[in-house]
């Protein structure tokens, strides 16, 4: 192989590194940028009849449960799985799921109900 096949070879390689690291940094960069800006958990509401809630605990939501939760509001108000960037602290998260999804103390469902709805509340990471 002479010198001028070898060179451009390396170059081409060069650039080949080079390309990938780009993508590489390109692809880590957008993940770190949509972690800060979309929260990956959200929350989604599981409509269920009334007759279904007989064996478990009924909480009725109030204007303090949304002044609290804001993500649950836009959830049973604009009937749609928004994200919930208040549950990214596991403390607030593990406080959400204790009032509303489920809690140790009680061996039942738990049920939430506004304006005659009822629903079942589940959080899910995107």
């Not at 204790?98 to 103390?105: A, F, L, P, Q």
């Amino acid at each position: 192989m002479t010198n001028e096949k070898r060179d451009r070879n390396v170059r081409r390689g060069l650039l080949i590194i080079g390309i990938a690291f780009l993508l590489f940094v390109a692809y880590a960069g957008y993940g770190l940028y949509r972690e800060s800006t979309d929260p990956p958990y959200s929350i989604h509401l599981f409509p269920v009849n009334e007759s279904e809630t007989e064996d478990g605990v009924i909480v009725h939501l109030t204007e303090e449960d949304f002044e609290r939760w804001p993500s649950l509001e836009k959830a049973i108000k604009e009937d749609r799985s928004p994200s919930a960037p208040e549950l990214t602290n596991s403390s607030r998260r593990s406080e959400f799921g204790d009032e509303y999804m489920h809690n140790d103390t009680v061996d039942r469902p738990i049920y939430v109900e506004y304006e005659g709805k009822y629903f079942r509340i589940r959080i899910s990471i995107r």
